[in-house]
């Protein structure tokens, strides 16, 4: 068959498209397009809908990539380490909260442990009737200011081994107690760990001796407060020397209890009138003074009377030889002040004597520019503090006897408000206290004693029946060292600091680094705590007979 020939095609002989072709593919497209906009929406409202109770905007979060980290590190890094001190951190964020970071939490004892030694008060010391001296909130019985020696108000024969009961009747007035755990900044425990011990030195063995302390650590370690840090952020308060609570062995003749060599005591904190330089366990705080105002205007008035008052003596001294201890320059010191015609003498020994009078010590204290406070039987005296009281400018002649025990309450600059002379000077006769002294410019000497007189308040120890408004006593400085103490533990905790470098026996040193410092090294005062060769530190110049002599002496001068 041929094939037609192809001929040219006109417009209007050209084939018409269908009617329905144009129309019927529109229809068909937007009808497609209708059904998938349909789709998405329900797929939207209706499926991931149903997945929340409620419509919630879309917020698209743009985050940072990640290096070096793959799916399967991501699922399964473990979470942040919760700490259960971390809400009592969290307070001090907080600054509407006048507390926060500041809260105490104070353990309710059985009575045993502290109020039922009170009502057994004459079994308290072996030669002193503790009662009267129990009196007041501990202060002891008002002193009569007869020879206008003291201010009309304020002052008690306060014995200087009462901090225990005067530390914790002044917790019960701190103005941040709390009974949530959660909160606590630090945890006291009332525990009168001196007058415990001090009813049982003479005559009782070791069993009784350690009895209560063993049932305190006891009851203490199934709280669940205890738990929070194993103990390292509780404290106590006993007011004796820390040798009290040291005894090195099990042998009935060692002197003191065991208390602070306990496994669960070495993670409190004990605060005592004089520490131990070669223990982490242990600060020390100021011995009670007779002295405790029941508001500001008592110590501002006090202190004000002290800088007027005229000095007629360049030095003196109170207290009693040591003839049995050998390394004691007490002898040469009495000698000094005997021959001295500007220096006063306060001699003590046991029966009658006006070192037993308040008012005969303070007053020898107001009248001299300079005190001297060598050392006892141990390294402190409590006529350290008396003759600060009095606006008198103490030299010391060991390091021991306040430059590294009284860190929190006194400048770590000793310079600025005593004088310090080695005991070895005394000791070979190089030197006389009497020059030494008069070498001290005059100008020098006054801003010494404005430096003294400004840090009455921080010394003593506050009426724990009133509160002091503006003034921080001896209590408040204490307890705020405490919690900073606790609260730079818990940091270093949480940011997983150790102290990997530390020497224990290097404590003292320790105390005296300036804030940020955590290494120490050599030091001027070396000598002066070198642990003997058998390695035995208590035993340097304190052993269990030093502890004994302190005792006894206690009972013949202000030691």
């Not at 917790?171 to 049982?200: E, W």
């Not at 004990?270 to 366990?281: G, K, R």
């Not at 242990?282 to 007779?290: A, K, L, V, W």
């Not at 009248?367 to 050392?375: A, D, E, V």
Request: glycine share 4%.
């Amino acid at each position: 068959m041929r094939r037609r020939p192809v001929a040219a095609i006109l417009p209007d002989q050209m084939e018409k498209p269908s009617t329905r072709n144009p129309n019927s593919r529109l229809c068909f497209l937007a009808a497609l397009s209708a059904f998938f906009w349909f789709l998405l929406l329900y797929f939207h409202f209706a499926v991931l809908g149903n997945q929340s109770p409620k419509l919630t905007p879309i917020t698209v979060t743009f985050q940072q990539p990640r290096k070096s980290l793959d799916s399967q590190t991501l699922i399964e890094a473990p979470p942040p380490p919760s700490f259960p001190f971390a809400r009592a951190l969290q307070t001090a964020l907080n600054k509407s909260d006048s507390c926060g970071g500041r809260y105490i939490y104070v353990h309710d004892l059985p009575s045993r442990f502290n109020e039922d030694m009170l009502k057994k008060c004459r079994t308290l010391s072996l030669w002193t009737n503790m009662c009267k001296f129990t009196t007041n909130a501990g202060l002891g019985p008002p002193l009569e200011n007869v020879k206008g020696v003291f201010s009309d108000t304020g002052w008690y024969a306060t014995n200087q081994f009462a901090v225990d009961v005067i530390f914790s009747n002044r917790m019960k007035q701190y103005d941040c107690l709390t009974r949530d755990p959660s909160l606590a900044a630090a945890f006291f425990v009332p525990f009168y760990a001196g007058f415990d011990i001090a009813r049982y030195l003479w005559g009782y063995n070791i069993s009784v001796r350690d009895s209560a302390s063993l049932d305190l650590v006891d009851w203490l370690v199934r709280r669940p407060e205890w738990k929070i840090m194993n103990g390292r952020d509780h404290f106590l308060v006993a007011g004796r020397i820390t040798w009290d609570f040291r005894r090195l062995s099990e042998e009935e003749s060692d002197w003191g209890n065991k208390l602070l060599f306990l496994p669960a005591a070495r993670n409190m904190s004990m605060l005592v009138v004089e520490s131990s330089p070669w223990n982490a366990n242990d600060f020390g705080i100021p011995y009670p003074t007779y002295f405790h105002p029941a508001k500001d205007d008592d110590v501002f008035i006090w202190q004000e009377r002290m800088r007027r008052l005229e000095r007629k003596w360049l030095f003196s001294f109170a207290g009693a030889p040591r003839p049995d201890n050998p390394k004691s320059i007490r002898g040469q010191i009495i000698d000094q002040c005997k021959r001295s015609k500007v220096g006063k003498l306060l001699e003590c020994d046991f029966g009658e004597s006006k070192c037993h009078s308040p008012s005969s010590i303070m007053q020898m204290f107001q009248g001299s520019l300079f005190c001297l406070q060598p050392q006892g039987d141990s390294y402190t005296r409590r006529s350290a503090f008396d003759s600060m009281l009095a606006g008198c400018i103490p030299v010391f002649f060991h390091p021991g006897s306040a430059y590294t025990q009284y860190t929190w309450h006194l400048p770590k600059n000793y310079t600025k408000y005593s004088v310090f002379i080695p005991e070895d000077d005394i000791r070979k006769r190089n030197v006389s206290i009497e020059e030494r002294l008069r070498q001290i410019p005059e100008e020098e000497v006054r801003i010494m004693r404005e430096e003294v007189i400004s840090l009455i308040p921080r010394l003593v120890y506050a009426d724990p029946r009133s509160k002091l408004e503006t003034l921080k006593d001896a209590f408040d400085v204490s307890v705020q060292a405490v919690i900073d103490k606790v609260t730079n533990l818990r940091k270093d905790i949480m940011e997983g600091r150790t102290d990997d470098n530390f020497i224990e026996e290097n404590s003292w040193k320790y105390a005296l680094l300036d804030e940020g410092q955590r290494e120490v090294g050599p030091h001027e005062w070396d000598p002066f705590f070198s642990k003997p060769k058998d390695g035995n530190a208590e035993s340097s110049d304190l052993s269990s007979e030093a502890a004994k002599n302190s005792w006894k002496n206690e009972q013949r001068d202000t030691s």
